[in-house]
């Protein structure tokens, strides 16, 4: 490797080979601020502190907000990539009276998830008719939104459309105040792998924002979400947008009684290593029905131990991340909730809810 | 805001002389064992912790007090590093949707914090079964990845060492095999779920009373190493760094004779082995209690084919998680009702613990790790391939495991 001359741009040593490193540099991942000496690095400091400065708060315009007044409320926070959160958060919005609620809808508590022991739960036809319906509408509520992505459009805008749809229809929004989450929609932009909060910020050419939504109706809860380009993207975003939806179709494609449920993750993740993505860990499908999150669950990644095999009237959804690159770790942001990469770079999702049928499987979150 | 003051300007560092490649930023993550001690109270537990500071001074050692049950409830709970206390915190973030374990996750968290541990002792307290707990640190190392960039320190799950008191032991495993409604009592399911047991204050007991002891113990776990010890003294490499739900050399050497096995054990306390009944297990005298509560099965299985490979995949896959043997009329297309059909000579059969090695025709060997309802099945590394097995064995642990169980087995591999 070559040596690295000081970087000062007034050095007194003639620009010297230097091991000399600025710490704050090293800490933020920025390589090769190298320096001669203390002295030089002093002297060179008002310059190179901005270097630091455009590291931890990327570029105004990748992070604007609605009103004049939105701000970062995690500034000390060391953010993974260049997305950022913009405050305030709207109001709670409301959901009519007449609306039938989930356990959790006041204290945030979802008792009867915790409750809840044994097996996959098998339905029966009348309940299959309800999940039907609640996940059809889930994925017309979904398709509304969908229209509306753009540049120039918050992520609480999306929000609000979401919202309204969702109670026109006589319908709770699953996730307000599950586990105390503030929306009735998650809205995951870029680097963020799920469970982005909507708020104040706007819409940029070239994002790609995955809008995962529920919908709770008649008892029922539906589970559908799927990642939009904003405007143009590039390449790479291309490749993984791509890249996910594939990989899920493929594993929906094994769906079957009698398939196991450890095998779905064998699908998924040899296309998304074939296309230089990686699988997220953490985050899995789950049973649905009338509990939002139960058992089975449904790792997306190879070499799992995941209990269960396929029967009819089971209904499960499959829900692979995918980040661009080779990590498939992630960090949460200081709301508790905002999952992104710990590189920085991209990452994607789709998400189906399913029923196993006699013959294979139905994609009861199907688009027409 | 946060920008840095004039005169708030950092010391140069000495720069890394390895410049290759910006991802060499993260260390290599480092894999921590975690062991979990249970036991019967009063056994010597506390004991056998103080012994493992004392003797291991110098490693980084946590030791986590679980009085509570299972690890869920850890956040309130206190860590305890080189004497120091430090209370666990949930993880940052919300975990809905993701089943890794919030103690886990606790833990990791620390370690990001404060560094690696070199070995995490999770004393059990009041712990009816270590398999929840075991099944839970098992499945988190799916979440560690060594070759992943930026993964933390990973949790790996060393094993479970259960202390019997050589004094009550007996009695309080005679109690607990009694039919009970929630089935058998905490000191069989502890001792059902570990991978080697300390049977402590032998030189407080007679020597029949020992071997009764050890032998109650075989019967429920014949795989688990029995090793006497006095005041919990023994040589800690048989407790920690077993890798007992890898596949390492312990492993298989834990699918060995009984016999042999009698004879690896290294004893700091002078006493008689009694052979006879260290070999004939099946032919000695079956306490009565033993078919009531947990017992253990061990099943010789030849060579198998690659079609016997997958049946036995099957099978193992239908009596782990459906709790029952697979008949020829396997319930694909189940209705709500038919979830509970079971044959009636099926008592209830639930397994707690298994442990295998399969030979294949093809010469490829494979290990079984199981724990609750969850397994896995890896193939064995060409260099630790065993020399010796020409047969492959499967043990169960638990309960219900007649000898329908074992015809079950045979035939559905034959």
Request: glycine share 8%; net charge negative.
């Amino acid at each position: 490797t070559s040596a690295i001359l000081c970087q000062s741009q007034s050095c007194l040593n003639d620009n010297p080979p230097s091991r000399m490193e600025c710490p704050t540099c090293n800490k933020l991942g920025i390589r090769g601020s190298f320096f001669c000496g203390q002295d030089c690095f002093k002297a060179g400091w008002k310059t190179h502190k901005l270097i630091h400065e455009l590291a931890k708060n990327p570029s105004s315009s990748t992070n604007v907000g609605k009103s004049s007044d939105s701000y970062n409320p995690f500034p000390n926070f060391s953010f993974a990539g260049t997305i950022r959160p913009l405050y305030p958060l709207s109001p709670r919005r409301t959901v009519p009276d007449h609306i039938p609620r989930p356990d959790y809808a006041t204290t945030g508590t979802p008792f009867s998830e915790l409750r809840e022991t044994g097996p996959p739960r098998i339905l029966n036809s009348e309940e299959i008719e309800k999940m039907r319906t609640a996940c059809r509408l889930s994925r017309e509520v979904l398709d509304i939104a969908a229209s509306h992505v753009r540049p120039g459009i918050t992520t609480d805008e999306l929000d609000e459309i979401v919202h309204n749809a969702t109670i026109e229809r006589n319908a709770y929004p699953s996730t307000m105040n599950y586990r105390g989450y503030p929306k009735s929609v998650c809205t995951s932009i870029n680097e963020v792998i799920c469970h982005g909060i909507p708020d104040q910020r706007i819409l940029q050419e070239g994002d790609i924002v995955n809008i995962a939504l529920s919908f709770l109706s008649q008892g029922y809860h539906g589970d559908v979400n799927a990642t939009y380009p904003v405007g143009k993207i590039d390449e790479d975003s291309q490749r993984l947008i791509r890249t996910t939806r594939e990989s899920l179709d493929a594993a929906i494609k094994i769906c079957k009684p009698g398939a196991l449920i450890r095998d779905l993750g064998k699908t998924i993740e040899p296309i998304a290593r074939a296309n230089g993505c990686a699988v997220v860990r953490t985050y899995t499908g789950h049973g649905i029905h009338e509990l939002f999150h139960c058992s089975p669950n449904i790792p997306h990644y190879a070499k799992n131990k995941a209990v269960g095999t396929m029967k009819t009237g089971m209904i499960f959804t499959i829900e692979p991340m995918l980040n661009l690159g080779t990590n498939w770790s992630e960090i949460h942001w200081p709301d508790n909730w905002t999952a992104t990469t710990v590189d920085g770079k991209r990452s994607a999702q789709f998400e189906e809810t399913l029923l196993i049928t006699e013959t294979g499987v139905e994609i009861l979150t199907a688009g027409r | 805001m946060d920008s840095e003051a004039d005169d708030d300007i950092p010391e140069l560092i000495s720069a890394e002389p390895d410049e290759q490649s910006s991802s060499d930023k993260n260390p290599i993550a480092k894999r921590v064992p975690l062991t979990i001690i249970c036991g019967f109270l009063g056994a010597g537990k506390s004991t056998l912790l103080r012994r493992i500071l004392t003797e291991r001074h110098g490693y980084r050692i946590a030791v986590i007090m679980n009085e509570f049950g299972d690890t869920a409830d850890i956040e309130a709970k206190s860590i305890t590093v080189d004497g120091e206390s430090t209370t666990l915190e949930l993880a940052n973030g919300c975990l809905c949707c993701s089943i890794k374990d919030s103690g886990a996750a606790a833990i990791e968290s620390l370690m990001r914090k404060q560094g690696a541990f070199d070995h995490i002792l999770l004393e059990a307290t009041g712990l009816a079964d270590p398999g929840p707990i075991a099944g839970m640190f098992w499945h988190n190392e799916e979440y560690i990845d060594a070759r992943s960039i930026g993964s933390e320190n990973g949790i790996v799950l060393d094993g479970v060492v259960c202390v019997v008191d050589a004094v009550f032991g007996l009695k309080q495993m005679e109690e607990d095999h009694a039919d009970k409604e929630e089935g058998p009592g905490e000191s069989l399911r502890q001792i059902a779920g570990s991978d080697v047991i300390i049977l402590n204050k032998v030189d407080l007991v007679q020597s029949s009373i020992l071997s009764a002891t050890e032998l109650a113990i075989k019967h429920v776990n014949p795989v688990a190493p029995v090793y006497r010890t006095v005041r919990a003294e023994l040589n800690l490499g048989h407790i920690l760094g077993i890798q007992a739900y890898s596949i390492g050399q312990r492993h298989l050497s834990a699918l060995k004779d009984q016999h042999e096995l009698q004879h690896d054990h290294d004893h700091d306390h002078d006493h008689n082995h009694d052979h006879e009944q260290g070999n004939n297990l099946s032919s000695s005298v079956v306490p009565h209690y033993v078919t009531r509560g947990i017992s253990s099965l061990q099943v010789s299985l030849p060579p198998l084919s690659a079609t016997q490979f997958a049946a036995f995949d099957a099978w193992i896959r239908t009596i782990l998680w459906e709790n029952r043997l697979l008949d020829s009329v396997d319930c694909l297309a189940s209705t709500p009702d038919s979830q509970s059909k079971k044959s009636p000579l099926q008592g209830n059969i639930n397994v707690l613990r298994c442990k295998g090695l399969l030979i294949l025709t093809s010469g490829e060997q494979h290990v079984l790790q199981g724990v609750r309802n969850m397994y896995e099945i890896i193939p064995v590394d060409e260099s630790m391939k065993s020399e010796f097995p020409h047969a492959g064995k499967v043990v169960l642990i638990g309960k219900g495991l007649g000898e329908d169980v074992r015809h079950s087995l045979l035939s559905a591999v034959g």
